[in-house]
């Protein structure tokens, strides 16, 4: 089954900075497009960024775009989300998963492979 385990998350101050990281253990990850996605209470999970296998080509929600960065390591087998500029409602828990693709929009949730992992919370508060 392909599940990836996150880390990273804490909390915050409005105007920070966090660096998710997702990690792959049992496969190779850059055979896959990779998303990141979230939920905050109450809420559906919403896909926030994705970074295709191959050519690296990424794709970011609107609410994240020019704050948010992703990126992956082969090497390492790992995909990061550098997360600058929070704000309170980007407070949620996050999630990392292999996806269909990553080409010119987000990957819903109907395009991920195999099931969420255990999420890395992210809050931010004053």
């Known amino acids: 089954q392909l599940q990836l385990v996150e880390s990273g998350g804490g909390l915050v101050q409005p105007g920070g900075s966090l660096r998710l990281s997702c990690a792959a253990s049992?496969?190779?990850?850059?055979?896959?497009?990779v998303g990141w996605f979230r939920q905050a209470p109450g809420k559906e999970h919403e896909g926030v960024s994705c970074?295709?296998?191959?050519?690296?080509?990424?794709n970011y929600a609107d609410s994240v775009k020019g704050r948010f960065t992703i990126s992956r390591d082969n090497a390492k087998n790992m995909v990061y989300l550098q997360m600058n500029s929070l704000q309170p409602e980007d407070t949620a828990v996050y999630y990392c998963?292999?996806?269909?693709?990553?080409?010119?929009?987000?990957?819903?949730?109907?395009?991920?492979?195999?099931?969420w992992g255990q999420g890395t919370q992210v809050t931010v508060s004053s």
């Open positions: 970074i295709s296998n191959g050519n690296g080509n990424t």
């Open positions: 998963t292999p996806v269909v693709m990553c080409r010119f929009t987000i990957p819903t949730t109907e395009e991920i492979f195999g099931s």
């Open positions: 049992g496969f190779t990850l850059d055979n896959y497009a």
